[in-house]
């Protein structure tokens, strides 16, 4: 079975800091992974994606994650983080061999960032 | 946009009652998902179903069940609700075979007294 580990539960930054967050998958053949962000009182919002090809995947709002096959790591990361940025943070994998099998979500890095 | 629309934002029942959340998408999408949100423990799957009347469990399917009699709706039920119940419920839609993240609703917080 696939499974999913967030290092930090909760993280606090300033303004302008870059911010990289951890996250390794244990899981055997080819992974799908995925970011989601979930601000305050609203729904999950999916961030980036890796499938295949370039490992270093760019998504929305300046967040970029680069996979890392021989770690088994999937880093979420953000040159500088805005007060916006508030909010929580899932890290997910799927299994790469297509079929409803639901995502595998880490426990969550909840990230405050201060003004 | 894919929608994916819960039925109630806010629930509260009472210890052993019948409980049905529902799920309903507008995009014509073969798999549905519910999962539970639970602080510290992140997102779990409860169950999974892709196909019309088809289902599958999860990770945590013991207390509940599902049911899908149409494609674009997929319900939740709990058979007599307990207070470990109380969570947030996330529904989530996708297509088979195309290379996209899940779309997920705005979630049930149902509390169970």
């Known amino acids: 079975a696939q499974s999913v580990s967030q290092h930090n539960h909760h993280v606090i930054l300033s303004e302008a800091a870059s911010l990289e967050l951890g996250c390794n998958y244990s899981?055997?053949?080819?992974?799908?992974l995925f970011w989601y962000v979930q601000y305050p009182g609203q729904h999950l919002q999916l961030l980036l994606k890796?499938?295949?090809?370039?490992?270093l995947v760019k998504g929305i709002k300046g967040f970029e994650a680069e996979f890392i096959k021989s770690k088994f790591s999937f880093n979420l990361r953000k040159p500088s983080v805005q007060w916006s940025d508030t909010a929580e943070y899932f890290c997910?994998?799927?299994?790469?061999?297509?079929?409803?099998?639901?995502?595998?979500f880490g426990k969550g890095t909840h990230l405050i960032i201060q003004p | 946009d894919v929608k994916v629309t819960q039925s109630s934002r806010y629930l509260v029942k009472r210890t052993g009652e019948k409980v049905f959340l529902e799920c309903v998408q507008d995009m014509d999408h073969e798999n549905m998902f519910w999962y539970r949100q639970d602080p510290g423990l992140g997102l779990r799957l409860i169950y999974f179903?892709?196909?019309?009347?088809?289902?599958e469990k999860g990770d945590i399917p013991e207390g509940y069940s599902v049911s899908r009699e149409k494609k674009e709706r997929f319900s939740l039920i709990l058979e007599s609700a307990s207070t470990n119940q109380t969570s947030m419920y996330l529904c989530a839609s996708s297509l088979v075979r195309r290379n996209y993240g899940y779309t997920f609703g705005s979630g049930t917080r149902l509390t169970v007294v």
């Open positions: 890796y499938f295949s090809g370039d490992p």
């Open positions: 997910a994998v799927k299994g790469g061999g297509g079929g409803a099998d639901g995502l595998t």
């Open positions: 179903s892709y196909d019309v009347k088809m289902k």
């Open positions: 899981y055997g053949g080819t992974v799908n």
